[in-house]
């Protein structure tokens, strides 16, 4: 079935530098949605992309979903400590129908101030 | 303000009790999801329904059924809690996808989840 592989794992990171985590499919897809979790939290929707080569930003943060449509990123510029959490990135799943999602295993983003 | 609840946010089960997980969504939403969160596993769909009575399995069903008698309310249940199954569940509710060939999907809103422990 289909997998979606999300790099790093963890990232630590200094207050006020950059941050970027990347998520692979093994195949094709119509779309990707990006959430984060706040510790103890639960995922919150941030953005979904839909077209091949698309570019998206929310104040510091931009996304990229790749040409080919098999790839996208996370880009946090100048991290600030309300950044802290995991971010999840998710592909319409095979598992759950036609509405279901494949979430990546997620990159926890560690900020030292 | 949408908004998904969970029955509890803490649970304690000893191993073999049967448990249920409660999850209520007043968004009107037609799908429905139950998932579990492990560290190093992220999230793992394990049933979800599109309608009152209707369910699907997801990625890891076994040990796990699921009930939707209400649009509103989908319940987890394990009927024979094993320590395996020791971990955080989440709820979350979406639209209906619906039209053939449409390339978005509808986000998910999920719960606060529950964190379950089976000893």
């Known amino acids: 079935g289909q997998q979606v592989m999300q790099i790093p794992q963890y990232q630590h990171v200094q207050e006020g530098e950059d941050f970027t985590t990347y998520c692979n499919s093994s195949?094709?897809?119509?779309?990707i949605q990006w959430y984060k979790q706040r510790p103890g939290g639960h995922p919150v929707f941030l953005i979904q992309l839909v077209k091949s080569g698309e570019v998206k930003k929310q104040k510091r943060l931009t996304f990229q979903f790749g040409e080919a449509k098999k790839n996208s990123s996370l880009h946090i510029t100048a991290t600030q400590t309300t950044d802290v959490g995991t971010y999840f990135c998710?592909?319409?799943?095979?598992?759950?129908?036609?509405?279901?999602?494949?979430f990546g295993k997620g990159t926890h983003l560690i900020i030292q101030p | 303000d949408v908004k998904v609840t969970q029955s509890s946010r803490y649970l304690v089960k000893r191993t073999g009790e049967k448990v249920f997980l409660e999850c209520v969504q007043d968004?009107?939403?037609?799908?429905m999801f139950w998932y579990r969160q492990d560290p190093g596993l992220g999230l793992r769909l394990i049933y979800f329904s599109y309608d009152v009575k209707m369910k699907e399995k997801g990625d890891i069903p076994e040990g796990y059924s699921v009930s939707r008698e209400k649009k509103e309310r989908f319940s987890l249940i394990l009927e024979s809690a094993s320590t395996n199954q020791t971990s955080m569940y989440l709820c979350?509710?979406?639209?209906?996808?619906?039209?053939?060939?449409?390339?978005?999907?509808?986000?998910?809103?999920f719960g606060p989840g529950t964190r379950l422990t089976v000893t």
């Open positions: 195949t094709t897809l119509s779309n």
């Open positions: 998710a592909g319409p799943g095979t598992g759950g129908g036609a509405d279901g999602l494949t």
């Open positions: 968004m009107d939403h037609e799908n």
């Open positions: 979350a509710s979406s639209l209906l996808k619906g039209l053939a060939g449409t390339s978005s999907s509808y986000e998910q809103y």
